[in-house]
């Protein structure tokens, strides 16, 4: 595995704060299906990225392919450009904490 695989891989596991039991979890819950950008009655980027994520988590790291690979680079990149942008306000039951968690990372941990 190339060092910028690497660097990749321990970014994602820093930023994704979530096992796979609780995505899978959080998944199915009505706030998580709430938020995030869709096309008509379509799956949101965020909800199917959450799948994605448990799949990652469940697999032993010499056997990610370099579609997992990218995906982790898609959800640091999400994770640091939304938590950038916290709202003043409470955040517990905010759609800001729910399409964070739907990308594996809970900002209440």
């Not at 998944?27 to 994520?53: A, M, P």
């Not at 950038?84 to 904490?97: F, G, N, T, Y």
Request: proline share 2%; aromatic share 6%; glycine share 6%.
């Amino acid at each position: 595995m190339s060092k910028d695989s690497q660097a990749v891989i321990e970014e994602f596991q820093q930023n994704v704060n979530m096992t796979a039991k609780e995505i899978e979890s959080w998944l199915k819950t009505d706030e998580s299906k709430s938020v995030g950008k869709k096309e008509g009655n379509q799956e949101s980027i965020g909800h199917e990225s959450g799948r994605h994520i448990v799949e990652i988590l469940q697999k032993k790291e010499g056997n990610y392919t370099e579609d997992d690979l990218s995906q982790m680079q898609r959800v640091v990149s999400y994770i640091k450009r939304h938590s950038a942008q916290k709202p003043s306000s409470d955040i517990e039951d905010s759609r800001w904490r729910y399409s964070l968690m739907n990308w594996g990372h809970d900002p209440l941990k």
